[in-house]
C-alpha cells in the first residue's frame, strides 16, 4: 500500500511560480512511475506531467509544456512540479498518482493505483 500526500499549492498572481510535492510511504517508490493530474471546477480530470520510475522519462500535457517540470528525490521518496508562468486556467486541484506497474499509458486515470487527497491551486489574473 502507498500513501501520497501532496503540498504546496496556494494562491498566486499570473505569471508567478509555484512548487508542488508529493510524499510518498513505502520502499518501493523508486519503482513506482509517478504523474500529476488536476482538476478544475466543472472540469473532468486532467494528466498534466509524468515521470518514469528511474526519472529518465518525463512527459507533459501540451498546455503546460515549457512551463512545468516534474521531478523526483529518491532519499526523500518525493515528487515534485515546478510550475513557473503560471496563467489563471491552471486553476485548479492538482493531484499526484503512482503506477506501481508502469504501465506505459501515463496519460489516462487507469493506469494509476494509489492517489493522494489533492492540493489547491489558484492562479489570480
Known amino acids: 500500500q502507498v500513501q501520497l500526500v501532496e503540498a504546496g499549492g496556494g494562491l498566486v498572481q499570473a505569471g508567478g511560480s509555484l512548487r508542488l510535492s508529493c510524499a510518498a510511504s513505502g520502499r518501493t517508490f523508486r519503482r513506482y512511475a509517478m504523474g500529476w493530474f488536476r482538476q478544475a471546477p466543472g472540469k473532468e480530470r486532467e494528466f498534466v506531467a509524468y515521470?518514469?520510475?528511474?526519472?529518465?522519462?518525463?512527459r507533459y500535457a501540451d498546455s503546460v509544456k515549457g512551463r512545468f517540470t516534474i521531478s523526483r528525490d529518491y532519499a526523500k521518496n518525493t515528487v515534485y512540479l515546478q510550475m513557473n508562468s503560471l496563467k489563471p486556467e491552471d486553476t485548479a486541484v492538482y493531484y499526484c498518482?503512482?503506477?506501481?506497474?508502469?504501465?506505459?499509458?501515463?496519460?489516462?486515470?487507469?493506469?494509476?493505483?494509489?492517489w493522494g487527497q489533492g492540493t489547491q491551486v489558484t492562479v489570480s489574473s
Open positions: 515521470i518514469d520510475w528511474d526519472g529518465a522519462i518525463t
Open positions: 498518482a503512482a503506477d506501481p506497474k508502469v504501465r506505459g499509458y501515463y496519460y489516462t486515470e487507469n493506469a494509476y493505483d494509489y
